[in-house]
Structure formats: C-alpha cells, structure tokens
Nanobody, 121 residues
Framework: QVQLVESGGGLVQPGGSLRLSCAAS????????MGWYRQAPGNQRELVATISRGGSTNYADSVKGRFTISRDNAKNTVYLQMNNVKPEDTAVYYCNAAVRPMFTYTWSTYWGQGTQVTVSS
C-alpha cells in the first residue's frame, strides 16, 4: 500500500510565507511526477505545480514567481514553498504522485488527504 501525507498547512497573513510537505511511504519501487493541486470552496480542484523526477517544473500562472515546488527523491518527498501569499490562495492543498509500487509493472496516481491553507489578516 502507498500513502501520501501532507503537512505544513495553516493560517498565514497576506504577504506571508508557508511551506507544505508531502511524504510518500509504503511499498514503493519508483516515483515519477509529483504535484500539488488545490481546491477552494465551490471550485474544482486545480493544478498548482508539478515536478518531474529529474526536476523539471510546471506552474499555474496564478502562482508563478510566488510558489516554488521541489522534491527530495531520497526521501520520496515533495515540497511547496509559498511566498507572498494572497487571500485567493486559500484552499485545501493536495499532493499527488505517479507511483510504481513494488512487485508491479504498472503506474498509479496516489493522492494525499489534503491540508488546509487559509490566507487572512
């Protein structure tokens, strides 16, 4: 079984910073792309940023220049550094990962349970 667990969410003032972490654990053979998504009340889940195993990144236009995604392959962990946050960044943030579990030849996408980020003064 594979699990993704996010941490680091909370309340932050506009203009502040927050760092999210997401650790994958379990019977993992390999992890390919990892990413962060978010969902605000009444909205659909949307892409925030993705990162390949080799470190290539992709960002939503709304977070470019403010958020940075990174990963530590040795720790099976992906991070999201959020700087200069805005009230519109308020959402539940989910991480996901494309994982090949041990003893299989197939890839599956796994999701974390989500962590709440609230930007408010």
């Amino acid at each position: 079984q594979v699990q993704l667990v996010e941490s680091g969410g909370g309340l932050v003032q506009p203009g502040g910073s927050l760092r999210l972490s997401c650790a994958a654990s379990g019977r993992i053979f390999s992890i390919n792309d990892m990413g962060w998504y978010r969902q605000a009340p009444g909205n659909q889940r949307e892409l925030v940023a993705t990162i390949s195993r080799g470190g290539s990144t992709n960002y939503a236009d709304s977070v470019k220049g403010r958020f940075t995604i990174s990963r530590d392959n040795a720790k099976n962990t992906v991070y999201l550094q959020m700087n200069n946050v805005k009230p519109e960044d308020t959402a539940v943030y989910y991480c996901n990962a494309a994982v090949r579990p041990m003893f299989t030849y197939t890839w599956s996408t796994y999701w974390g349970q989500g962590t709440q980020v609230t930007v408010s003064s």
